[in-house]
């Protein structure tokens, strides 16, 4: 059975041609291919000049998944898969991993759509668990442990959240996932995020590195800002959702691009100079963000995420989202995302911190707004 359509990319499909300012991004300005060679060391300058463009590992580069491993004190590089395509492989590739008819997942809410949209097309149904609007996006965690199940193999989980940019505190991280594997239930920690907190201090530890049954899935294409080398992989210490996984992926992609892996490989030896980039965009998008929120107190719900890039207004007015976004884009060409995308029903819509261009959508929506009284 096929999932459902996914919202997201549909949305982004039927208004990209008319969009000159992309105010809902979920990705950070990207590099030049020159910009990111000029940060190759001797030797993977090497691997990029002797690249051949045959097959490469399905499993992908050692050195590639050496550099992956090293982010997580708990993983080798055998322990890590990569994928192409982002999370996306990654995720699809573990939800079949996971789930199957009569299973049950729990997914924390809103949620990214690889996250719920597959489970129901394999026979498994979802709970969701809502972080609280009125709380500054806190996720519940006695509403997690009700939802559990005796037939609960999976807890999907994404911090810093897309949409909402929420982050639980390390206690409550380390509860949830001590929670789940009481449980004996998997937690797949969507983690594309990660690193684009605003303290080092409040970067969580790793899922695979708390609980060895849990999986943390990571990218190229957020705090990196290399969404275009479309390469992802999950992380975790159970061989047997490991040996699962890759078999699964000898069905789907077989192997990542080979410049795509070792360009991969020169980005994360440079980990601290592009997360310090990454930062610096995001941090001077949040104060204009901030300055023009507070300018449109009467318009507009504003709650500054506490990590990562994205947040979730509310449309304050009495018109749906979805009309205030196609007039907006129609009229300024400022594209926002509806919360409606991802199943939310009060007038919310994703606001993206990554693209340097972004006060210059604000000024045009001031003109918008000021255009209709």
Same mark, same amino acid.
């Given at each position: 059975?096929?999932?459902?359509?996914?919202?997201?990319?549909?949305?982004?499909?039927?208004?990209?041609?008319?969009?000159?300012?992309?105010?809902?991004?979920?990705?950070?300005?990207?590099?030049?291919?020159?910009?990111?060679?000029?940060?190759?060391?001797?030797?993977?300058?090497?691997?990029?000049?002797?690249?051949?463009?045959?097959?490469?590992?399905?499993?992908?580069?050692?050195?590639?998944?050496?550099?992956? $491993?090293?982010?997580?004190?708990?993983?080798?590089?055998?322990?890590?898969?990569?994928?192409?395509?982002?999370?996306?492989?990654? *995720?699809?590739?573990?939800?079949?991993?996971?789930?199957?008819?009569?299973?049950?997942?729990?997914?924390?809410?809103?949620?990214?759509?690889?996250?719920?949209?597959?489970?129901?097309?394999?026979?498994?149904?979802?709970?969701?668990?809502?972080?609280?609007?009125?709380?500054?996006?806190?996720?519940?965690?006695?509403?997690?442990?009700?939802?559990?199940?005796?037939?609960?193999?999976?807890?999907?989980?994404?911090?810093?959240?897309?949409?909402?940019?929420?982050?639980?505190?390390?206690?409550?991280?380390?509860?949830?996932?001590?929670?789940?594997?009481?449980?004996?239930?998997?937690?797949?920690?969507?983690?594309?995020?990660?690193?684009?907190?605003?303290?080092?201090?409040?970067?969580?530890? $790793?899922?695979?590195?708390?609980?060895?049954? $849990?999986?943390?899935?990571?990218?190229?294409?957020?705090?990196?800002? *290399?969404?275009?080398?479309?390469?992802?992989?999950?992380?975790?210490?159970?061989?047997?959702?490991?040996?699962?996984?890759?078999?699964?992926?000898?069905?789907?992609?077989?192997?990542?691009?080979?410049?795509?892996?070792?360009?991969?490989?020169?980005?994360?030896?440079?980990?601290?100079?592009?997360?310090?980039?990454?930062?610096?965009?995001?941090?001077?998008?949040?104060?204009?963000?901030?300055?023009?929120?507070?300018?449109?107190?009467?318009?507009?719900?504003?709650?500054?995420?506490?990590?990562?890039?994205?947040?979730?207004?509310?449309?304050?007015?009495?018109?749906?989202?979805?009309?205030?976004?196609?007039?907006?884009?129609?009229?300024?060409?400022?594209?926002?995302?509806?919360?409606?995308?991802?199943?939310?029903?009060?007038?919310?819509?994703?606001?993206?911190?990554?693209?340097?261009?972004?006060?210059?959508?604000?000024?045009?929506?001031?003109?918008?707004?000021?255009?209709?009284?």
């Amino acid at each position: 059975m096929i999932p459902n359509r996914c919202e997201i990319e549909d949305f982004f499909g039927r208004w990209d041609p008319e969009v000159k300012y992309h105010a809902c991004a979920s990705d950070v300005d990207p590099l030049s291919l020159r910009e990111l060679l000029e940060l190759a060391d001797a030797d993977t300058r090497a691997l990029w000049d002797g690249l051949e463009l045959g097959y490469t590992e399905t499993t992908g580069h050692p050195l590639l998944r050496e550099a992956i $491993a090293d982010q997580y004190p708990e993983i080798s590089a055998n322990e890590v898969t990569v994928c192409a395509g982002g999370a996306v492989e990654a *995720l699809f590739l573990l939800a079949h991993t996971l789930l199957g008819p009569g299973d049950h997942a729990v997914v924390v809410w809103p949620a990214f759509e690889s996250l719920h949209r597959i489970a129901p097309s394999l026979g498994a149904t979802i709970t969701a668990v809502e972080l609280d609007a009125d709380n500054e996006w806190h996720l519940d965690l006695g509403a997690v442990r009700k939802a559990l199940r005796p037939n609960t193999r999976a807890l999907f989980v994404n911090f810093p959240h897309n949409p909402t940019g929420a982050l639980p505190s390390h206690a409550e991280f380390a509860e949830l996932l001590a929670m789940a594997g009481d449980a004996g239930v998997t937690v797949v920690s969507d983690e594309v995020y990660r690193y684009l907190e605003y303290d080092d201090a409040d970067t969580l530890p $790793a899922a695979c590195d708390l609980d060895e049954r $849990a999986v943390s899935v990571g990218v190229m294409s957020k705090a990196y800002a *290399l969404a275009g080398l479309r390469i992802g992989w999950l992380a975790t210490r159970d061989q047997a959702i490991t040996d699962a996984a890759r078999t699964l992926k000898d069905y789907t992609t077989v192997c990542s691009s080979a410049p795509a892996e070792i360009l991969s490989l020169i980005a994360l030896r440079a980990h601290d100079r592009l997360i310090e980039r990454s930062r610096t965009i995001i941090k001077a998008n949040l104060a204009h963000a901030e300055s023009f929120f507070g300018r449109h107190r009467d318009t507009f719900a504003w709650a500054a995420p506490a990590a990562g890039m994205l947040a979730f207004p509310r449309l304050l007015l009495p018109t749906p989202v979805e009309d205030f976004v196609t007039d907006l884009v129609r009229d300024q060409g400022v594209l926002l995302l509806p919360g409606t995308v991802f199943d939310t029903t009060d007038n919310r819509f994703r606001v993206g911190l990554g693209r340097s261009a972004l006060p210059k959508a604000f000024d045009r929506m001031d003109e918008f707004l000021a255009a209709r009284g």
